[in-house]
């Protein structure tokens, strides 16, 4: 169980990250000079949801693994759940600041600008992607 529920959610991480990025192809910097953003992204943002909540369940589970291999005690593992939970929602507040920069409507915007805060957007959850499957595949594949 808790491998399906592991693969399950780190594979709806992936999905709603391949989605944000389908639907963010007519915008700067994957077209030149990009459609600017309106009203209609607002749905980026439960889809966005959708995928940090898919990415904490996958780092929840690797924790409490993580945890049992370690053979921690319940306070050191409630400890190393918070840890990485906590963690996970600074890195979660840093991503829908950058998206909030990436989408807003700023008369100084240039390509590049759009390009580093797109990379940062689509790179910071897949780094965590693919950390926790590395993780997840090496020292736990059970």
Do not use: C, D
Not at 30 to 51: C, D, Q, S, W
Not at 78 to 85: G, N, T
């Amino acid at each position: 169980m808790n491998q399906a529920l592991f693969w399950g959610s780190w594979f709806v991480s992936l999905g709603s990250t391949a989605l944000l990025f389908f639907w963010s192809l007519p915008l700067s910097p994957f077209t030149h000079p990009g459609m600017k953003a309106n009203e209609a992204v607002i749905i980026f943002f439960p889809v966005a949801g959708i995928r940090w909540l898919g990415l904490a369940s996958t780092l929840f589970l690797l924790a409490i693994t993580w945890g049992q291999y370690l053979n921690l005690e319940a306070v050191y593992a409630i400890s190393l759940l918070i840890f990485v939970l906590v963690l996970h929602l600074f890195f979660g507040v840093i991503n829908i600041a950058i998206m909030n920069l990436w989408l807003s409507v700023e008369p100084i915007k240039t390509r590049t600008t759009s390009a580093i805060y797109a990379g940062i957007y689509f790179g910071l959850p897949m780094f965590w992607l693919l950390l926790v499957a590395a993780l997840k595949i090496t020292y736990f594949p059970n």
